[in-house]
């Protein structure tokens, strides 16, 4: 069975840093395409970053240059190393399979950019 499990978030002052993390288990990691997703109050989920398994990584243009995916196979461990945050980064953060989710949302990570 899929199991997602996000950690790592908080509150944030505005043009800080946080790295949030994703644990998977029931799965074989090394192949599958994983990704960050966030959920802001009142609007859809949407794909910020993704990696394949071999470490070749996107971004949504919102993400670009501040936002840092990354991976270990062996740990089968997601993360994303968040720079320069905004208020707009504020959101619930999951993570899944990209560049849709095929398995069961875990219970994500909320993250919160406030002075």
């Known amino acids: 069975q899929v199991q997602l499990v996000e950690s790592g978030g908080g509150l944030v002052q505005p043009g800080g840093s946080l790295r949030i993390s994703c644990a998977a288990s029931?799965?074989?990691?090394?192949?599958?395409?994983m990704g960050w997703y966030r959920q802001a109050p009142g609007k859809q989920r949407e794909l910020v970053a993704s990696?394949?398994?071999?470490?070749?990584?996107n971004y949504a243009d919102s993400v670009k240059g501040r936002f840092t995916i990354s991976r270990d196979n062996a740990k089968k461990m997601v993360y994303l190393q968040m720079n320069s945050l905004k208020h707009d980064d504020t959101a619930g953060y999951y993570c899944?399979?990209?560049?849709?989710?095929?398995?069961?949302w875990g219970q994500g990570t909320q993250v919160t950019v406030s002075s």
């Open positions: 029931g799965i074989i990691f090394g192949f599958t395409t």
């Open positions: 899944g399979t990209a560049p849709s989710n095929l398995w069961r």
């Open positions: 990696i394949t398994g071999r470490g070749s990584t």
